[in-house]
């Protein structure tokens, strides 16, 4: 019967309607993550869950970025959900590296930017990855490195490039993530980035660039003058 209907289904079909009729406009991020959790929690109100979230991780991205084991630490939210809040933040990084794949990195500089900050600006522990170019600096592979603590990823200078002669690449741009946000390089980012550069250059390999990304922005290693 209607009347036994659960008060939720009503705003359920509400907050559905009002994304319908206007898309995001008008809705709070706790709406759109109630709209996330809605496919993955039928039965339940989610609002105060959507809220939560928001209070433990400080923002949506930072939700959808989070690990699933920090998730499964709120109360309500299963591996299940997990892994559905995890999907928005892949499709999120694969809709902003098709900006990038196909093309001339080096002329596509600002798509670059948009996708490795999508990828990694949200990371709560560092993450460090390699582009790996051809001879056109188009993207050949964009491969995962390392996984660290907040402040360190173990990094190997000569099996990275190691890892570019197997793909027959002429140039790499390095890129991790600062998870404290600010994105000044460190010594040791320094340190590493010139032992890769030195160990690529007598093997034709050059690296284009190093990125940290940090909260709000991307520092380069070359507009800052350090390679």
Not at 82 to 111: K, Y
Not at 125 to 134: A, K, P, Q, S
Not at 154 to 166: G, M, N, Q, T
Request: overall charge neutral; proline content about 4%.
């Amino acid at each position: 019967m209607e009347a036994d209907k659960p008060h939720y289904h009503g705003h359920r079909d509400r907050l559905r309607a009002r994304f319908s009729e206007a898309g995001g406009k008008g809705l709070a991020d706790y709406e759109i993550l109630e709209l996330i959790l809605f496919r993955a929690i039928p039965q339940r109100d989610v609002k105060p869950l959507a809220k939560d979230l928001l209070a433990r991780f400080g923002d949506l991205g930072r939700v959808c970025a989070a690990r699933p084991d920090q998730l499964t630490e709120i109360k309500g939210i299963s591996e299940k959900v997990a892994l559905e809040l995890n999907l928005f933040q892949e499709v999120a990084t694969r809709i902003a590296r098709e900006q990038v794949s196909g093309r001339a990195v080096i002329s596509s500089w600002s798509a670059l930017l948009d996708y490795v900050r999508t990828a990694l600006q949200n990371a709560s522990t560092e993450e460090f990855r390699v582009l790996f170019l051809d001879k056109k600096n188009r993207l050949l592979a964009d491969e995962f490195q390392a996984r660290g603590t907040v402040d360190h990823a173990p990094v190997y200078p000569r099996e990275i490039i190691k890892r570019a002669i197997a793909l027959d690449a002429s140039a790499i741009i390095l890129v991790h993530n600062h998870p404290s946000g600010d994105p000044t390089p460190s010594h040791a980012d320094i340190d590493m980035t010139r032992q890769v550069v030195e160990i690529g250059k007598p093997l034709s390999i050059v690296v284009h660039d190093h990125l940290v990304v940090g909260r709000d922005k991307v520092a380069s290693f070359k507009q800052l003058g350090l390679m």
